[in-house]
């Protein structure tokens, strides 16, 4: 679910051609598509410009029924008032979500994050956003692992940790990255680990392998330049994901 500007076209063209459903997508003729421009130093440090756009135009009623049949509620970086109208929405219906604060991090009040806590099943944070989330919500580590079910760290290089919290006993599974044949272009592997992630989660897999999943799409990624440049079939997938973890899937 998203909306998007005047602008739209060429990449509405993209998506049709690739079998994407358009059906959550939401057009504005009135304004252009949000945009970013995003710098980065030869350390990973970055300086983004943002333009909002089209993002800040509310969501229509239709899009209710969208979120209705969705199987798992993934809800990440939008409007603020849009990201706390899905997750109100998912709250008050039950509805299974994990929440990707992301960028939108530093916007939210720590009142805000601890509600939008209530009812998640999971929780995605990077290294940087963990360490601000408990700066800002007064959390220790041990007290966000008892607030859901789910808490998933990734550390870059480092691999990616998945904690799971069953009845107040937390264990900590530890992902490895798919070393890449190549590296191109590391922006994007975030939002393609919680791709695999939760595909295996969706299709009932064990964290373990939800996790492998989330690391080998991460890997298509860096080794593209671009963010959705990287191709692959199932079988190419699962035959990557045999080498990489000796395990079949």
């Known amino acids: 679910m998203a909306s998007v500007g005047r602008d739209f076209r060429e990449y509405e063209e993209r998506l049709s051609a690739q079998g994407f459903s358009l059906d959550g ?9 949000a945009s970013a421009i995003i710098m980065s130093d030869v ?12 993002m800040a135009m509310p969501f229509r009623e239709e899009f209710s029924a969208l979120q ?15 990201n706390a109208y899905c997750i109100r929405f998912a709250q008050q219906n039950g509805r299974t979500y994990f929440w990707d604060p992301g960028q939108n991090l530093p916007y939210f009040s720590a009142a805000d994050l601890i509600e939008f806590l209530k009812g998640a099943t999971g929780l995605f944070l990077n290294d940087y ?5 408990l700066d800002k919500t007064g959390f220790s580590f041990a007290e966000l692992t008892q607030q859901l079910a789910l808490l998933i760290v990734t550390h870059g290089e480092r691999g990616s ?3 799971e919290n069953k009845e107040g006993e937390v264990t900590e599974i530890e992902i490895p990255i ?9 922006t994007g592997c975030g939002d393609a680990y919680r791709a ?14 939800c996790g492998q999943m989330g690391a080998l799409l991460a890997t298509y990624v860096v080794e593209n330049p671009g963010t959705q440049n990287h191709r692959f079939t199932l079988g190419e997938f699962k035959t990557r994901y045999k080498e990489a973890f000796d395990a079949d899937l």
Not at 25 to 33: A, F, M, Y
Not at 68 to 82: F, G, N, S, T, Y
Not at 198 to 207: E, P, V
């Open 68 to 82: 209705e049949a969705a199987e798992v509620l993934l809800i990440a970086p939008d409007d603020i008032q849009r």
């Open 178 to 186: 798919v070393p890449p044949q190549e590296c191109h272009d590391p």
């Open 161 to 163: 940790s998945i904690y």
């Open 25 to 33: 997508i939401q057009v504005e003729p009135e304004v252009d598509t």
């Open 129 to 133: 956003e963990l360490a601000l989330f």
């Open 196 to 209: 695999g992630f939760l595909t295996g989660y969706a299709q009932g897999k064990s964290l373990l392998t």
């Open 43 to 54: 350390e990973g440090n970055q300086i983004a410009q943002f333009h909002p756009g089209a």
